[in-house]
């Protein structure tokens, strides 16, 4: 039975209020969702790279954009390690909006299976290890911690899930995400992908607190920005069999909390920049060009005049109070002027 050892400290129980309060706070906004397109796939882009980064990606933010916008022919590990997670993002949003309320063994499994495709054999994509794994410290070189046997992985992890499951009403949702997301790396129940399906599964958990910003939201970010001190945080050092009765989740919990508060304050901030006060005021046929832009990179005002009736001089203020609202960025001259969804 996992029964996780912390405490409710000033700290801890400041941060868990202030995340309730910016939470109410990003709820309360309202934006169009053709605005919200773009940033939903900024954030998922920046996730990523921050994630598949902390386990050792050597790519670069903008070589990560480039990927996920046209798929190389020829695929690398460390660009199909971008790939899988960016598409196991977009699938955890959809596990998500299908009201399943608890995480389940095959849905971890089914995470793990999204980020190793192509880079594990198939007996160890989606599967429990079945062989003994160690975690060394890359820059000395040297075995820093020993996870529980083969043996105890499944029943561990069976143990994690239940506690989960069962105390969804009880333990406060942030507090029970950050218990399951330190465990997961303790247990290390894969060969391979520990890090990055603790991750995906704690977002899951996450979203279920109401944010509603959640396809906004990139936390893996934060951990990136220090990934040493993550390390440090969220792992252990020693044999799992001796230090796990000793194991203290409250500076994991402490600092768990405040990287969501970090995460929380850029969305807040990048939200800010649009000025959605005004965006209740657009016409349907300037919705019609945001729609349109959607599906294609950019469009000009002849391309505009093929899908309304309206005269040439109303088309040029459509265009106008777009740009007034900060939503389209026009490029080009003349004859050539064409215009671009505006980028954060």
């Given at each position: 039975?996992?029964?996780?050892?912390?405490?409710i400290t000033n700290r801890l129980l400041a941060n868990i209020k202030r995340i309730n309060t910016l939470v109410v706070e990003l709820n309360h906004k309202r934006f169009l969702h053709v605005v919200l397109v773009d940033l939903e796939r900024a954030a998922r882009e920046i996730?990523?790279?921050?994630?598949?980064?902390?386990?050792?990606n050597p790519l670069p933010l903008t070589e990560v954009k480039k990927i996920l916008k046209s798929t190389p022919a020829h695929i690398r590990d460390s660009e199909r390690e971008v790939l899988n997670y960016?598409?196991?993002?977009?699938?955890l949003d959809k596990l998500i909006k299908g009201d399943r309320e608890t995480l389940t063994l095959r849905s971890l499994l089914g995470i793990q299976k999204q980020?190793?495709?192509?880079?594990?054999?198939?007996?160890?994509?989606?599967?429990?290890?079945?062989?003994?794994?160690?975690?060394?410290?890359?820059?000395?070189?040297?075995?820093?911690?020993?996870?529980?046997?083969?043996?105890?992985?499944?029943?561990?992890?069976?143990d994690l899930l239940a506690f989960t499951a069962d105390n969804q009403d009880i333990i406060d949702p942030l507090i029970l995400?950050?218990?399951?997301?330190k465990e997961m790396v303790i247990i290390h129940p894969f060969m391979d992908g520990n890090g990055r399906t603790a991750r995906l599964a704690t977002k899951f958990l996450l979203a279920q607190m109401g944010l509603d910003t959640f396809n906004l939201f990139s936390f893996e970010n934060y951990y990136n920005k220090n990934v040493?001190?993550?390390?440090?945080?969220?792992g252990e050092l020693g044999d799992y069999y001796e230090i796990a009765d000793q194991i203290d989740f409250t500076p994991w919990l402490e600092y768990f909390t405040e990287g969501i508060i970090d995460e929380l304050l850029r969305v807040q901030k990048t939200l800010s920049e649009i000025p959605h006060h005004a965006l209740n005021t657009l016409s349907q046929h300037q919705v019609k060009i945001l729609e349109y832009l959607q599906n294609n990179e950019s469009i000009t005002d002849r391309q505009y005049s093929q899908i309304t009736k309206r005269a040439?001089?109303?088309?040029?203020?459509?265009?106008?109070?777009l740009?007034?609202?900060?939503?389209?960025?026009?490029?080009?001259?003349?004859?050539?002027?064409?215009?671009e969804i505006y980028k954060l």
């Open positions: 039975m996992f029964k996780p050892k912390y405490t996730s990523s790279h921050a994630s598949t980064s902390i386990e050792g960016n598409q196991a993002l977009q699938d980020v190793t495709a192509g880079l594990l054999p198939d007996f160890e994509s989606g599967h429990l290890r079945q062989k003994p794994v160690v975690v060394n410290d890359p820059r000395e070189r040297k075995i820093v911690y020993l996870p529980p046997d083969t043996n105890d992985v499944s029943k561990l992890l069976s995400a950050g218990l399951f997301h040493t001190k993550y390390f440090l945080t969220v040439k001089a109303t088309r040029t203020q459509d265009f106008k109070k740009l007034e609202l900060g939503l389209l960025r026009r490029k080009g001259k003349g004859k050539n002027t064409y215009y």
